[in-house]
């Protein structure tokens, strides 16, 4: 097969390059960021207790808790009630498992072409 | 190391006809284990406490041991296929010659991506030590962080651009004593050569130990990754070792047996010590769970002495993610993967510089900007995208070179069993990911999905076809 | 001031001088060498210096 000869890419355009994937790359990391749609959401209950005892907080817990410098459990409680909320729906999670395979599947299907064609032009003398 | 004539011809690292300027072979075992423990270590001082607070303690402990079996699977393929195929570049230069151009480089992104994520974690963390230390030594002010990350960044940047020597064997050095901190905390906490400390069944009490039930198991998997994440990175050496076939096997596989000791002591003293909801919050709670642990003991010299090795452990990490991320692009460069701009060497110090030099204002941006939760989801992301690829490429490394068919350094045993483990336990990281940063997943997928499409589309247009493949192997089988 | 003042100040000098030292010896390199010299690291050739050698160097 004809052997493919790349064209030479000038300063200007390697520049260019460049300058989309980063941009793509700052992208993909601050968008969900500036959407406030990024994090881990935790939150804490309403009306969750200010005090060791409505949160539960044993003798030893107490005790590592002031050892920490916490003796006002106010200060703390933010810390102390917030939990995740793992509830989610299973469309969610469907759109996940289908994306996630798609962009396997997309990858490899890609990969296998290109691979062809370097196996191809390395073998085939 | 640095004064070397480029006209050379005897000179180890040169090209056949005696002009080529390459990276240097200097590297040993330890060097290896160096690399990767000391990518890793870090991950012990900050970061894993996260999966307390999606879990609860227990819920951590299982997370710790399975992203342990997930990775000795990823140590096994990565000796196989990294003492064949023998350059930098790693798991790059491994997917280019066993799946296709498109797979190696999103490869190379996930690589870049997650040890530069990594290494902004590491300099924020070490910002925040830095600012710890100077309210203990009574300063009333508040300490600007930002140039002493901006340091911890720059410092290491120039170490790397010097020579790849000096880099790991500093590394060395520093991960030893980080190590053995963990180990002295561990010895002088859990009753072994003082009277123990712990509180295992009184913290445990109640539902402490598994707040959310066994959906909080499977939610901590996501940051049970970070306990070990990036000793794969030990590929990117092969290049530089002084015998690969050798020492990337015994450096790696060495190097996840000091991770799981370090993991689970780690583990054992944090949650004997401090209460899970402090633990298990990584933002406003414990950042350096190690460093709260000996806060806790009231012990000046174990203070200090894991002061040091949380400050240590995240500038081994940090060094170490500079040197695998910048080989990664290196070789991105040198393919024209990427500009060919970038697969310069640099002929004194024989490092690839114009990548080191590249990286670190990126890294700058995300340590200085992002909250250390998000930059350490998207390195987690990105590490578990490449596991799982190992997979998909050990599956069709031997099945497009069958054992017998080329020369393997080191052959895994129980094929295709670690293939599947590791598959299963990707699939399980991925819903774990997906409860509770669900967003992040999204979008590190889209961007690489739009990044593939540019590489196909256009980018793949200035790569010459048959020069990417580098190996001495014969035709793959089936094609 | 306290110590630590002085500390911020020490450590935005030294980023400001690692960071002088990476460019101007990257400018530097850049102007002496061409670029075919430093662009001709090529992946495998390493390999087959160090099989032909018999693999031992300090």
Redesign the interface.
Known sequence: MA?????K?G?LS??F??V???A??????Y???FMG??????SVPEGAGQTWEAM??????IA??N??GFTDPAA?S???????D?S?SIT??LV?VV??VA??V???K??????????????DK | MAEFDITSKERDGMGPHGTNVGLLRVLGPAHVWALGVGIVLVGEYMGWNFAVGKGGAYAALVACWFAGILYTCVAMIDSEVTSTVAAAGGQYTQAKHIVGPLMAFNVGLYLVFAYTMLEAANAITAGYLISQVAALSGFTGTLDQRPFIILSIMFLAWLNYRGVLATLTFNLVITAIAFTAIIILFLSTSGIIAPSMMHHAELFAGNAALPYGWIGVLAAMHFGLWFYLGIEGTTQAAEEVRSPARALPFGTLAGIMTLLIAATLTWYVCTGLIPWEFLGDGLNGSVAPLFTAALLTKSQPLVWLLGVGTLFATLASANGCINDASRAWFSLGRDKYLPGWFGAVHPKFRTPYRSILFLVPIALAFALKAPLDQVVTFSILSGLLTYTFMPLNMILFRKKWPMGSITRGYEHPFHPLPSVVLLALCAITFFAVFLGYGTQLVAMIAFYIVASLWFHFWRYRFVSRAAQFTMPWPRPKGY | MSIWNYAEYAAWALSAAFAAYMVIDWLKTDSTYSEEVLTSSREGELEAMTEAKGGHHG
């Open positions: 052997h493919y000869v790349p064209p890419q300063k390697q520049l390059d460049v989309v994937l980063m793509l790359t700052f992208g993909a990391l968008i969900p960021m749609l990024a994090g881990g959401v935790k539960g907080q044993n003798a030893t817990q590592q808790y050892a920490l703390i933010n810390i102390i009630n917030a939990r995740y793992y989610f969610a999670l996940m994306i996630i962009y396997y997309l990858m490899l890609f990969s296998e072409t290109e691979y062809r064609e370097v196996i191809a032009e390395k073998f």
